[in-house]
């Protein structure tokens, strides 16, 4: 199992797009996935239609294993399932704080899935806490949207200087531009500076309306319109995601 | 049929459509809609005596593929690739993977027949809730026979799949389900199976020549001989389509069993009817034995063909070829022949003859039949006990040098005890006859192979004589002089040990065995 994080210290920059796509076009019959929404806000769980069942929680989450499996539910789409999320997961810092060796605990909550998905995607709520290094220390990839202005490659590189002094993997963390809007001189002037950097993919995700409407039709837009221009650059994403994370 | 083990399954009886069956029951805010509708044609295969269905497996051909299915538990076994939709295959014939492990299991004589055709419309249909998403998948199936004449009607069916995690959801609409229970009432795959099977057309029926006669000792024997006539008779005629069609050997074999069995039993028992009409009868069996012959041997042959391969050094093993394939062309030949007879006049005057013979139920004339109005029971030990002696006097008698002729005649001498105490077995003790049978086994295991293997050395002996020199004469006359070889050393092996075998089946224990079921016989 290849578990993949999309994280960003920003709210708003089009993660939870991002990870609901991205897990459409990963689950495959060969491929099944799971999608773990950490996203108090249950962003992707609402674009999924799931909700968590009422006994569900965030003390269930840190139980782990057998209380998690119970609680994945299927979405619509063949091989796709979801970890919903739930309000009380707000507190899971500071239930994570009380909990013995909190960094580790995520990755040890998820043994046991590895039998049944080879992908595991994790939307992260944005901040950085000890749950984001529970996060961080769990996962094989840390994908983070960036969109493409100087401010958000400000806190780009305070992620990467925090995982240095942290002693985490800094090549586990790759970026990709989100929300680029071709016509903004800035946007084109930074994609442009990274177009060799080997942290940042090469694939760029379109501001779009058709993304934003994916809270209309409450799907992947990758399911509903997959001609879409930026159905298209989710899919050559996955494409590169999927040879990156393979590496690891 | 679909197999998915975590659906439920409903068998529907009422014509409603089921978006108003299921969907009146749905809890507030929650809808079905359709997805799709499909055709799916299903071949489901079984051997002419039901081998998978008796291991407990469905064999049936889906979309390209050859799903080896466990009934119980519904759970597909094995999916291999199977292109075409055959009349028959047989298990051999299938590449090298579990589904071939698992068929061969089942049977490797038999061809696998199709057993029934049948369409299946599937229309998919999800379950919403309130927030639109899918709870369940439902799916409706309906069956038709592929074969438009046919008039079989099968049952229908609807399934429901909850989505993983919606388990809890989905049990409480189901038990909002309304009575009565035998609209809506789950059905296992196993069921769904059988039902299907008893909707086509019959098949087998629990086809087994295997003899299992229910005798009333006290009864003439005439009539208990014609009761086992009737038997084999049944048998006959069940196996000639199969014999026709070709469909493999095991019917022809037990078409000739059963002559052979009819026959025996007519000349043991000699003196239950009158002489003149068992003559012809006795010389028509005799002849469809004789026109089957040949055609026996050339199946034999043919499923000897890898056991011969494998006798042989990989440098001669396709020198064969030549041999096997004179073979082939000959069974076309005997198949062609022998099938055209099954629909001659000929033939089915003397079945008609035959059958009136064996229905007229007159005990015949005391003079001309003497122990036709005999009781069963004091016949059969008279009978057996006689064909025992025979067996132990010729026995007794063999040789240390155990000729060819002598074993060859104590083979046929056990043939017929057996089929003496095959006949009478409902009349000894429970086991008794099966204990006598076993103790017989290994002598009888002995002569068969020995003979066996003597006519498949004269067969060969008889290729050797003909094989045409040059073209690769020398090369198959080495692979035949190759497996003389081995079938004499092997053949003088079992010579070897007859005297042996036959001292273990002529002891005390065996006269002891005897006695016991024989004096039983007499005083009952």
Excluded at chain 1, 29 to 35: A, D, E, F, K, R
Excluded at chain 1, 168 to 181: A, C, H, P, Q, R
Excluded at chain 2, 266 to 272: E, H, T
């Amino acid at each position: 199992m290849k578990t993949i994080a999309l994280y960003s210290i920003k709210g708003g920059v089009g993660k939870t797009a991002a990870a609901v796509n991205l897990s459409f076009l990963a689950a495959s019959p060969s491929t099944p996935s799971l999608i773990c929404d950490l996203d108090p806000q249950g962003a992707s769980s609402f674009y999924f239609r799931i909700k968590a069942s009422k006994k569900y929680n965030s003390e269930k989450f840190l139980k782990g294993n057998q209380k998690i499996i119970r609680n994945i539910k299927a979405t619509d789409f063949d091989h796709l399932d979801l970890l919903p999320s739930d309000m009380s997961y707000r507190n899971l810092d500071i239930e994570l704080s009380e909990a013995k060796n909190p960094k580790k605990r995520l990755a040890k909550n998820l043994e046991g899935l590895e039998e049944e998905y080879k992908y595991l995607f994790f939307d992260c709520p944005p901040n950085l806490t000890l749950l984001s290094e529970s996060v961080f220390r769990a996962s094989d990839l840390i994908l983070v949207p960036i969109i493409p202005t100087t401010l958000s490659i400000r806190t780009f590189n305070q992620l990467l200087d925090f995982f240095r002094q942290s002693g985490l993997d800094t090549s586990k963390i790759v970026g990709f531009f989100s929300m680029e809007e071709k016509r903004k001189t800035m946007h084109r002037e930074i994609v442009d500076e990274f177009r060799e950097d080997p942290v940042m993919l090469s694939q760029t995700i379109p501001y779009s309306s058709d993304v934003e409407k994916m809270g209309n039709f409450r799907a992947p837009l990758n399911a509903i319109h997959p001609k879409t221009p930026a159905a298209q650059a989710y899919s050559n994403l996955w494409d590169e995601v999927r040879k990156r994370v393979k590496g690891h | 049929m679909t197999t998915a083990p975590e659906s439920l399954y409903f068998r529907v009886s009422g014509d409603d459509p089921l978006d108003q069956t299921v969907g009146r029951n749905l809890p507030e805010g929650w809808k079905i809609t359709k997805i799709s509708t499909r055709r799916e044609r299903q071949i489901f295969y079984d051997t002419f005596e039901e081998e998978a269905f008796r291991k407990g497996l469905a064999v049936v051909r889906r979309k390209a593929k050859l799903l080896v299915i466990e009934l119980d538990s519904g759970q597909i076994l094995t999916d291999a690739p199977f292109s075409g939709s055959p009349a028959s295959f047989f298990a051999a014939t299938l590449p090298e993977d579990k589904a071939r492990k698992l068929l061969l299991k089942c049977s490797d004589l038999r061809a696998f027949i199709n057993r029934c055709t049948i369409d299946h419309f599937i229309s998919s249909w999800r379950l919403l809730d309130e927030d639109d998403k899918t709870v369940a998948r439902l799916e409706y199936e309906s069956i038709r026979p592929a074969d438009k004449k046919s008039k079989a009607v099968f049952p229908r069916h609807y399934s429901i799949t909850p989505l993983k995690g919606y388990h809890k959801e989905l049990s409480q609409m189901l038990l909002a389900l309304p009575e009565p229970v035998d609209a809506y009432r789950i059905v296992s795959f196993k069921e769904r199976f059988m039902t299907i099977m008893e909707a086509a057309a019959p098949f087998g029926q629990g086809y087994s020549a295997k003899l299992h006669l229910q005798l009333d000792p006290k009864a003439p024997i005439h009539e208990n001989i014609r009761r086992l006539l009737r038997f084999t008779t049944s048998i006959m005629e069940i196996n000639e389509e199969g014999i026709r069609k070709d469909i493999d050997s095991e019917f022809l074999h037990d078409y000739r069993v059963s002559v052979r069995r009819s026959r025996s039993i007519i000349k043991l028992l000699n003196g239950a009817f009158e002489p003149e009409k068992t003559a012809w009868a006795l010389a028509g069996l005799r002849e469809l034995g004789k026109r089957t012959n040949e055609l026996r041997d050339s199946d034999v042959y043919l499923l000897r063909r890898d056991e011969y391969t494998e006798l042989l050094p990989p440098s001669l093993q396709t020198a064969l070829n030549p041999f096997f394939s004179d073979i082939e062309a000959a069974k076309r030949l005997h198949h062609k022949q022998f099938s055209r007879y099954l629909t001659s006049r000929e033939y089915l005057d003397f079945m008609t003859s035959w059958k009136a013979f064996i229905d007229a139920d007159d005990l015949p004339d005391e003079a001309l039949a003497p122990i036709a109005g005999q009781p069963t029971g004091q016949v059969a030990a008279r009978a057996i006990r006689k064909a025992l002696k025979k067996v132990l006097v010729h026995g007794r008698r063999t040789g240390q040098e155990t000729s060819d002729p002598e074993l060859h005649e104590l083979r046929i001498d056990c043939k017929k005890l057996r089929y003496l105490l095959e006949f009478f077995s409902s009349l000894f003790p429970p086991k008794a006859a099966s204990q006598v049978l076993k103790q017989m086994k290994a002598l009888q295991d002995n002569l068969g192979t020995f003979v066996d293997m003597s006519v498949q050395m004269t067969f060969l002996q008889s290729r050797l004589d003909e094989i045409p020199t040059g073209r690769g004469g020398v090369e198959e006359a080495a692979a035949i002089g190759g497996l003389l070889t081995t079938l004499y050393s092997e053949r003088e092996k079992v010579r070897e040990h007859f005297h042996e075998i036959f001292s273990g089946f002529d002891n005390e224990e065996t006269g002891k065995l005897f006695d016991e079921l024989l004096n039983g016989l007499a005083s009952a």
